[in-house]
């Protein structure tokens, strides 16, 4: 069987989904999942040092797999990650380690690993990064160069029109397209691009509530969240999973490159309209007008958590996200509902009038991960 390609940057070719590794914890569970994958034509394997053992596990299920004769036309294409910040000195030597790791010569792709601050970018364009990169092509160790990001939108911005990248992995989400604009703009300027974690980031849709669940069907919400990505031209999607099973999807998706049907449309559609009425008044449309706040609260990353939680019946993902702010540093946003001071900034840029220091005081009451009282429904 063919399988379907997409075009990644300016080197090989990638699968409609790529093989995430992050959660494999053992040598047993690479060569399983990493030979399932092969069986379902995913061609892309997306791993880095921060991964714990991981790059060694593939290293050696790589080499078992080849041994057995089972390898994709072309081979693998591997991406691997550098976190950004260290010396020139530590560059060379994690690239010089991942390629001990995997049991290779060369890489397909090395990506800045969180690209969150203008630091970081700084960093890959004039600092350390700029020479650690070089050095690798010069060398002949990789293929292109990318970043992931967890940043904000004028951040991947830059780092997109700086034509520095080859490729980025992004947010993008069914659930949550603020960053959908910025990937068709990487896309139209050549650049590969793949969505991180639409399952469990996108809302935790291989465990969906009840209520998206009905607003999705006749087509499950996870299914209808790949469709979706693969129709608007995204590269490729991360599956990141320990247990082989979870890769059926890609079995019934992975040839599916075209159009959204009409049947794709009207559950979209009913989706976005259930959320509406179900929050009435109170729905955040996500124009980021409200912002800047002068205490820096993510007006619009909070009131989306609202938006899913009574919107989508998604409260055990809001209250997971929301619990990491100020938690995770640079990977997440840094200040709470609770920081709001009720200055009221705010307001009158609201285009839908929301009592948006309410909504805050709510939402915070809601998700916070301890007992209160509950102010909703």
Excluded at 7 to 12: I, V
Excluded at 54 to 75: H, M, R, V, Y
Excluded at 110 to 132: F, M, T, V
Excluded at 210 to 227: G, N, Q
């Amino acid at each position: 069987m063919k399988f379907l390609r997409r075009p990644f940057g300016k080197g090989k070719k990638v699968s409609l989904f790529t093989l995430g590794t992050m959660r494999v914890n053992s040598a047993e569970s690479m060569y399983a999942v990493l030979k399932d994958a092969f069986l379902l034509g995913i061609n892309h394997i997306e791993t880095a040092p921060t991964y714990g053992s991981t790059q060694k596990f593939l290293g050696d299920a790589l080499i078992k797999l080849n041994l057995e004769g089972i390898s994709p036309n072309n081979g693998y294409v591997i991406t691997s990650k550098l976190l950004p910040g260290i010396s020139f000195c530590e560059g060379k030597e994690q690239i010089i380690g991942t390629l001990t790791e995997l049991g290779l010569s060369k890489i397909d792709n090395l990506a800045l690993h969180g690209l969150n601050l203008c630091e970081h970018l700084d960093w890959y364009l004039r600092g350390d990064g700029s020479k650690i990169f070089r050095w690798a092509q010069d060398q002949n160790l990789i293929t292109q160069c990318g970043f992931t990001s967890h940043g904000s939108r004028s951040l991947i911005n830059e780092a997109i029109k700086s034509r520095e990248f080859d490729f980025c992995s992004l947010h993008i989400h069914l659930l949550d397209q603020k960053n959908l604009a910025l990937a068709k703009l990487a896309l139209k300027l050549g650049m590969g691009v793949m969505a991180i974690s639409p399952a469990d980031k996108g809302g935790h849709l291989h465990t969906p509530s009840e209520t998206l669940t009905k607003d999705c069907s006749p087509i499950p919400p996870l299914k209808l969240a790949y469709r979706f990505l693969i129709s608007e031209g995204i590269s490729t999607l991360t599956l990141g999973t320990n247990d082989p099973n979870q890769l059926l999807i890609a079995k019934e998706l992975i040839s599916e490159n075209g159009p959204l049907t009409n049947t794709e449309k009207s559950s979209i559609e009913r989706l976005n309209n259930e959320c509406r009425r179900r929050l009435k008044e109170t729905f955040c449309g996500q124009c980021r007008e409200c912002l800047p706040c002068p205490k820096d609260v993510p007006i619009p990353e909070i009131l989306r958590l609202r938006n899913l939680t009574l919107g989508h019946g998604l409260k055990s993902f809001a209250k997971e996200r929301y619990n990491l702010i100020g938690k995770a540093g640079h990977w997440w946003e840094q200040f709470n509902a609770a920081s709001c001071a009720e200055c009221g900034d705010c307001l009158p840029r609201c285009p839908n009038n929301l009592n948006i220091p309410k909504l805050l005081k709510e939402t915070h009451s809601e998700l916070i991960d301890k007992p209160r009282r509950r102010l909703w429904g």
